[in-house]
């Protein structure tokens, strides 16, 4: 046997490990730098990213980097501009797609949490159905210029260029009139002359990432994907294709998708950290096989996870072994999703910090159970090293990794979580139907806000003043009650009917009260990029969540202080900060949201106690939890809604729970929120021209709803007529027939990237709109 099986990369963080490409791409777009600037920041992150891989002894480089978004860099080579940007060129035309008023629209990555541009694929892009080709204007130079970078970097034989698939490039679009294989193959020809110039330009190899196989539709694109590979494959001649899967196992796609003609094929052996059913990668391969005339890149380091290797990848390639369907020369060692997930080094965490009391600390016992993205690819190698020798491969399993195993191979699910919890701890008291009669009583259409009201310069400034030390805690609460007061005298003025404190003192909806849980840590800067320049620091469940004490009772009493109007107690729901966050592994996540559940429930009490009598739980996240595979929704949602109904079902009959959804295509959840069983559904609904409501009014949904009336994304002020128009078609759509007063009229979402006069602005014409609106019944 080798002393090492082979090693490879298929995506690394691109922001830089100082985020050096976001203060670029931001001083850029205020017209403080110009392109040369931003460009040779960029260029200089990749080749730090790609030396470090080489340094560590990575034998094939796959080059990741991009100027804002993968899936934007591929609308660009592939030249599908939609016609408002193509009076424009190079990067002002790219970050005209990125980003302001006619920008793409931005949608979820998959189940990450990472944000990507839609290409819009509609007759004036792909051209019309009846016409042969596309109109596209490719521009290679892109992928080309990356790829000599990245040979005079790690050299020809290892510099391995990455492509989104067409498949799957297509299923991320929007506005395709064309079924998806003539989509597929309006592309083709250009996938096939970029394949052609990067084997000109001497790839030892193209990776072809097509995470739709790894989703429920993926596999039944079978002929899309058989036909576009048998094109591409003879398109690039010599050079191998490497066709590369994550974020799940590929299912019920396995056993064609590995026959595609191509010379690699990368598989998912971990899915997504947590989760309640486990990658069936090997027991696919089991029954499956393999084909013997491919290489198989084995997804076996945990690339969505902030957790070092616990022996489990050495474990997964013994076994992979032992089944007999790969040999030893065949097996490629590499991470199980890309590393952009992931912050890029945890030993920025451990150098020593600047302002002592302020930072984030993070205990050596723990360090030594972490690894970012660059300690993730040291493991690729070290693991590739240790599987290629039975001795250290069984020295090197301990019991974790032999756990971890066996449900990986028996494809078990998680433990039951609730075991030890009183069913009746997931109830309310009373069924709806009751306890509305004892809730806050209010006339039609009801006016409130989601929660934030605008996070200002100056709300900003205190948080650094306490962080450096320059406000006293004592100082800084008094300001912030200042801020409440504020908020709450806005309210009153506008005649607002139930108030909220307005969360100045909140950064972020899950940090807040992350910092305050038990179980939960903090890192410096573990910055992983959500969209183009924006990046987030994801805290790290390290511990048993547990609850400390009132995180939210202070904020409620100063507002309530200032009013006799109700104000809600606002709280951050277990799902969203699950899924906000690194989940631990050792445990499944459904039984650190039943933790959270069981946390945020002592806070509902806590609020109670303080005497609120109306509470909201956002669970905004409780959608992008769900699983790629459909088959698997039922038991996600299933510990999901548990966990908001463990949070909330100790609220009394008579305490009003609200919560709070931000992207309103709920359609095919509907029960799931239904089971939630909170007293009101406030959701965004202004850009989706009433479609959830429509279908919520349909399923016969049947307890209070808030839709929202306008659109918090932008600064324009929504005028009284429109938003009476809205408030007439929620009526129109015959939802809760008749019982106006429980249809409740509030904005979108929360105002915190609002300015003040805008906010109050379109606050005062919404309950101008719904005052007019209740005296016209
Ligand atoms: N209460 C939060 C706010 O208003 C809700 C934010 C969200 O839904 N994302 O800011
Ligand atoms: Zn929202």
């Known amino acids: 046997m080798a002393a090492m099986l082979s090693t490879t990369t298929i995506g690394f963080p691109r922001i830089g490990n100082q985020r050096q490409l976001k203060f670029a791409m931001e001083s850029y777009f205020k017209g403080d730098s110009g392109e040369a600037e931003l460009l040779a920041v960029a260029h200089k992150v990749q080749s730090d990213a790609w030396a470090l891989q080489k340094a560590a002894g990575i034998a094939v480089i796959g080059l990741d980097g991009t100027l804002y978004d993968q899936v934007l860099d591929t609308i660009t080579w592939l030249g599908a501009i939609p016609p408002r940007f193509k009076h424009l060129s190079g990067l002002q035309r790219y970050y005209a797609m990125a980003r302001g008023g006619a920008a793409l629209d931005m949608s979820k990555f998959f189940d990450t949490n990472y944000h990507y541009l839609v290409p819009e694929l509609g007759p004036d892009v792909l051209g019309p159905a009846t016409a042969a080709g596309a109109p596209l204007q490719p521009d290679f130079s892109g992928p080309l210029d990356k790829l000599a970078r990245g040979q005079a970097v790690v050299g020809r034989e290892r510099a391995v260029p990455i492509l989104i698939g067409p498949v799957t490039f297509v299923s991320l679009s929007r506005g395709c009139e064309l079924p998806l294989d003539q989509a597929v193959a309006r592309l083709l020809p250009t996938y096939c002359a970029l394949l052609q110039q990067l084997a000109a330009a001497g790839a030892p190899e193209v990776q072809l990432h097509e995470p739709v196989l790894a989703t429920s539709e993926g596999a039944g694109m079978r002929a899309e994907f058989e036909t576009a590979y048998a094109q591409m494959a003879q398109a690039a001649g010599s050079v191998p294709l490497h066709l590369v899967t994550y974020y799940d196992d590929l299912g019920a796609a396995y056993p064609w998708a590995v026959q595609l003609p191509v010379a690699a094929v990368t598989l998912d052996f971990l899915g997504p950290p947590g989760a309640a059913v486990p990658s069936q990668t090997l027991a696919l391969l089991q029954q499956h096989g393999f084909p013997a005339d491919k290489r198989l890149g084995a997804g076996v380091v945990d690339g969505r996870s902030v957790w070092k290797d616990d022996g489990t990848a050495v474990a997964l390639l013994r076994a992979l072994l032992d089944t007999g369907a790969v040999s030893s020369d065949r097996l490629v060692v590499t991470s199980s999703a890309p590393l952009q997930h992931l912050p890029y080094d945890l030993g920025l965490e451990l150098e020593a910090p600047k302002t002592p009391e302020a930072e984030p600390h993070l205990p050596p016992a723990l360090a030594a159970r972490l690894g970012f993205a660059k300690q993730k690819v040291e493991e690729i190698v070290s693991v590739a090293r240790l599987a290629a020798s039975p001795a250290a491969a069984a020295a090197a399993a301990g019991h974790g990794a032999v756990v971890q195993l066996q449900r990986l191979q028996q494809g078990k699910g998680v433990e039951d979580h609730t075991a030890d919890i009183p069913a009746e701890w997931f109830s309310r008291p009373k069924p709806y139907d009751v306890r509305r009669e004892q809730q806050l009583q209010l006339p039609a259409f009801p006016t409130t806000t989601i929660g934030s009201f605008p996070q200002t310069a100056e709300v900003r400034r205190l948080r650094q003043q306490l962080k450096s030390g320059r406000l006293t805690q004592a100082e800084y609460e008094g300001l912030i009650a200042g801020h409440i007061a504020h908020a709450v005298g806005v309210q009153e003025a506008l005649g607002i009917d139930v108030l909220v404190h307005g969360e100045a003192e909140r950064t972020d909806m899950v940090e807040y009260f992350g910092m305050q849980l038990g179980g939960m840590l903090f890192t410096r800067a573990g910055w992983v990029q959500s969209y183009g320049s924006r990046c987030v620091r994801p805290p790290l469940v390290v511990d048993d969540i547990t609850y400390r004490g009132p995180m939210t009772c202070w904020e409620y009493k100063v507002a309530s202080a200032y009013t006799r109007k109700p104000v809600k107690g606002m709280l951050t729901g277990p799902v969203t900060i699950l899924n906000w966050s690194f989940p631990r592994k050792d445990i499944s996540r459904a039984a650190q949201a039943m933790q959270l559940g069981l946390a945020l429930r002592q806070e509902v009490a806590a609020l109670e106690a303080a005497g609120c009598t109306i509470i909201q739980v956002d669970d905004p996240a409780l959608r992008e939890g769900l699983p790629l ?91 009284v007529e429109f938003i009476k128009s809205r408030i007439r078609s929620f009526v129109d759509s015959g939802i809760l027939s008749g019982r106006y007063d429980r249809i409740w009229v509030n904005p979108d979402c929360g105002l915190k990237t609002r300015g003040w006069p805008e906010t109050i602005a379109a606050l005062r014409n919404m309950v101008e709109a719904a005052a007019q609106a209740r005296a016209e019944l």
Request: glycine letters at 6%.
């Open 629 to 719: 595979k459909r088959e698997r929704w039922a038991s996600y949602l299933s510990w999901a809604v548990d966990a908001f109904r463990l949070c909330t079902g100790v609220a009394a009959a008579g305490t009003q729970v609200v919560t709070h959804l931000c992207y309103s295509d709920f359609q095919d959840i509907l029960p799931a929120i239904d089971r939630m069983d909170a007293d009101v559904l406030t959701i965004e609904n202004s850009r989706s021209d009433n479609a959830m409501m429509a279908a919520l009014a349909a399923a016969g949904y049947g307890r209070d709803i808030g839709p929202g009336v306008y659109d918090v994304h932008s600064p324009v002020v929504p005028s």
